[in-house]
């Protein structure tokens, strides 16, 4: 497989109607590509809190249509990272899109476990409940967002719902870049799963972004790695390479633990 991480730089100096249509230019030069990523919140910014209510978006509202056209002119799949979702009871949601190659939507995931210790995304946004994989023709993606990073027992769900591919669309923080790098690759190799992690560049609500989104196999070796600034970063990989670790190598198999629920409380 071909895959895109399109690292976009979120800044506040560029309205989100023009951000959009930068990404879904940067989506639609990705022809070549299988599979193209985006990150969280790209729309507004993932630290931009005070924004959130604002640019708040129904379902199938803006960035919905314009991604769903990219994906379609492009010709792949796209998970178009995460925008601000407005419910019908008017609840907030970090929610991701994924669209098929010919524009349709193929998921929908509400991030569930919510930064902000209290604050922010914490206490602004409702917390989803269903763990999401999408079965793409060369894998099956299993879907989370940012801090969802730092709890395993998403990514072993993922795995019992017959996720191969783990990707993160994240707006992770310059502060804590170590633990992004060292994250990705241990939920790889303990789920021996390909980790495809796509963050922003830039600065908003005064955070720098950490970049540096990862691709990472599943033995834990990282395939490409781009760097701070907006890149497009394109990786070739073998799908096939997650079933025959797990076969070579059969860790899963010896879990005594449990399997995490599909729906959670």
């Given amino acids: ?11 506040q100096d560029e309205s989100v109607n023009s951000r959009r249509e930068r990404a879904a230019s ?3 030069a990705q022809r070549s590509a299988d599979l193209v990523v985006l990150p969280e919140l790209w729309t507004v910014g993932a630290f931009a809190y005070t924004t959130f209510a604002d640019e708040a978006e129904p379902l ?3 960035t919905h249509e ?3 056209k990219a994906a379609a002119e492009a010709g792949v799949w796209l998970h178009a990272g995460s925008f601000v979702e407005r419910a019908e009871d008017g609840t907030l949601y970090n929610t991701s899109l994924v669209f098929s190659p010919e524009g349709e939507r193929a998921a929908s995931y509400r991030k569930i476990h919510r ?3 209290d604050k922010g995304e914490a206490v602004m ?21 940012c801090y969802d990073l730092r709890f395993p027992e998403q990514f072993r769900g993922l795995v019992d719902a017959g996720a191969e591919t783990m990707v993160v669309a994240a707006g992770w923080p310059e502060r804590r870049r170590s633990h992004w790098t060292l994250l990705a690759q241990a939920r790889a190799v303990e789920n021996q799963a390909y980790v495809l992690a796509v963050g922003s560049a830039g600065t908003h609500a005064r955070v720098e972004q950490a970049g540096h989104s990862i691709v990472v196999d599943p033995w834990g070796e990282v395939l490409a790695e781009a760097g701070a600034g907006e890149e497009v970063l ?3 990989f073998d799908p096939a390479k997650a079933t025959t670790t797990r076969e070579q190598f ?11 629920p599909r729906r959670l409380p």
Avoid at 1 to 11: E, F, T, W, Y
Avoid at 125 to 135: I, Q, R, S
Avoid at 250 to 260: E, S, T, V
């Fill in 1 to 11: 497989m071909h895959a895109s991480l399109i690292q976009i730089a979120v800044n």
């Fill in 26 to 28: 940067l989506v639609v």
């Fill in 60 to 62: 199938q509202g803006p």
């Fill in 66 to 68: 314009v991604m769903a």
């Fill in 115 to 117: 930064f902000g210790f």
């Fill in 125 to 145: 946004m409702g917390a989803g409940d269903e763990l999401v994989t999408v079965a793409l023709p060369e894998t099956t993606l299993g879907l989370a967002t």
């Fill in 234 to 236: 394109t990786v070739e």
């Fill in 250 to 260: 059969p860790a899963l198999k010896d879990r005594r633990l449990g399997i995490a």
